[in-house]
């Protein structure tokens, strides 16, 4: 499990979202869960790996969901939540988690699309509460970072003009 560019995973998180991963696929009988960003970045695999360029697929699955997005907003709806894609063999759902990455479930005829959804249904919140937890933490290392540089400046500013 990797870090995408614009936030980093702690272990925790990468363990939580893991966990949960796991679960959803032994409980779905899908093969594979992807977590890509909005931007393209491929954050986790779990499950089988894939066999073809995962670096390809999330840059493509990020550019699907985006342009679903503005197809949405013609058709008067603010997003599609969720997109499926369906082959001969293979298929793929998508979900949004947290307005910020995507879940990709890979499955086959092991499993139907009945259940996957059901089980995207719980495994999204779960996720959902991971990555708002992660940002909202980030966000407030960022701050003090930002405030603590602040301070520095200021202090420096001061000393400059004998403040």
């Not at 949960?20 to 696929?25: E, Y």
């Not at 890509?36 to 970045?41: E, F």
């Not at 293979?90 to 259940?115: C, K, P, Q």
Request: charged residues 25%.
């Amino acid at each position: 499990m990797s870090g995408a560019s614009s936030w980093a995973f702690r272990e925790e998180d990468a363990r939580r979202i893991q966990n949960i991963l796991s679960v959803f696929l032994a409980d779905s009988s899908a093969r594979t869960a992807l977590i890509v960003d909005r931007t393209g970045q491929l954050v986790a695999t779990v499950g089988e790996p894939p066999v073809f360029d995962s670096t390809a697929f999330a840059t493509l699955t990020a550019a699907d969901f985006s342009a679903n997005d503005q197809l949405a907003r013609m058709l008067g709806e603010p997003e599609f939540g969720a997109l499926f894609h369906q082959g001969e063999r293979e298929s793929m759902y998508l979900a949004d988690v947290a307005r910020r990455v995507i879940l990709v479930v890979l499955f086959d005829n092991r499993t139907t699309l009945g259940l996957v959804k059901l089980r995207v249904r719980t495994t999204v919140p779960e996720l959902v509460r991971v990555f708002e937890e992660m940002f909202s933490s980030q966000g407030k290392a960022s701050q003090q970072m930002e405030s603590g540089l602040l301070g520095d400046a200021e202090d420096e500013i001061d000393k400059l003009f004998g403040v």
